[in-house]
């Protein structure tokens, strides 16, 4: 039992080294180029490392395949933990500070919250896994008390529903990129952070619902049509921010270099979450057209009735 304890403690302690290994935040002392971390930055910090230490102790506790491997692959857990160290890297210093004074950094943080954070921590099925970070029975009692919070059902009912996960990504992206909202999150700090929660939370449900539905919801080839609008409708907004000849955000200034970094970014949402989209659609397709071939096999192999 002993043992087993100080194997928990050392897993615990690899988390957090680990997730402060990927971290800039602590990479620097608090020297005039890096400022330092603020009170808020310190407990995002310790979010994540609480994450990543539930994962690790879930892990040990993942019951195995009879042929011996865990229940959640391997790779899951790499995806789990690349997904909270590129949280890490752009949300704290000196990333974020970077992302206060530059529209083209700003625009490099929502990509991670929007377009490489939340599919792979939706791959990695990361909730599962840090369920197991708890007794069975102070699991069952954790779900019957978030169960019973208000609207916790409904809630979780239509976060598993096509059309409102993607009604919710459309509707999250145009309305903090508008002029207006996204100025009014530069000037409170508490409504900027409620911005990012609501770009994480959103894209984890519409990724969750893209790639783990298993057919059950969502076809694969419905998953690829879904991509390929998402993937558009990204496109435009990308294009109107780049292509605009005045500037947009004021906030960060009005002369040719503004209007230049704006166009940067702009052209970073273009490519970089075109080529995520595009990636995931030629993915689901891909899984389509081999279901549909293994069925055509399958037919052809089945005796004829009669």
Request: charged content about 15%; proline content about 5%.
């Amino acid at each position: 039992m002993r043992a087993r304890h100080v194997a928990l403690v050392r897993t615990h302690l690899l988390a957090w080294l680990l997730f402060a290994a990927s971290s800039p935040a602590w990479a620097h002392g608090n020297g005039h180029e890096h400022p330092s971390a603020s009170a808020g930055d310190v407990l995002l910090a310790g979010l994540l490392a609480l994450a990543l230490s539930a994962f690790a102790a879930g892990w040990r506790r993942l019951p195995r395949r009879r042929g011996g491997g865990k229940a959640v692959p391997t790779w899951r857990a790499v995806l789990f933990v690349a997904g909270i160290a590129s949280l890490a890297f752009v949300l704290l210093p000196p990333f974020d500070h970077l992302a206060d004074a530059r529209f083209s950094a700003h625009m490099a943080q929502h990509l991670v919250l929007l377009v490489a954070a939340p599919p792979m921590l939706a791959a990695s099925q990361g909730y599962v896994v840090m369920l197991h970070a708890l007794p069975l029975r102070a699991r069952r009692r954790a779900g019957r008390f978030i169960a019973a919070l208000p609207g916790v059902k409904a809630l979780a009912r239509h976060g598993s529903e096509v059309w409102f996960v993607c009604l919710s990504s459309i509707a999250v992206l145009w309305f903090w990129h508008l002029p207006s909202s996204y100025e009014w999150a530069r000037r409170d700090p508490l409504v900027h952070d409620a911005e990012h929660l609501l770009f994480l939370l959103a894209e984890l449900s519409f990724w969750r619902v893209i790639l783990t539905s298993g057919g059950r919801r969502l076809s694969r080839a419905g998953a690829a049509v879904i991509l390929a609008l998402m993937g558009f409708q990204g496109g435009l907004l990308a294009a109107l921010i780049t292509l605009a000849s005045t500037p947009l955000y004021r906030s960060y200034g009005t002369d040719a270099v503004s209007i230049s970094d704006q166009s940067l970014g702009g052209v970073m949402m273009w490519v970089v979450a075109g080529t995520v989209y595009l990636g995931a659609f030629a993915l689901m397709l891909g899984l389509a057209l081999a279901r549909e071939r293994r069925r055509g096999r399958e037919a052809l192999l089945m005796p004829e009735a009669g």
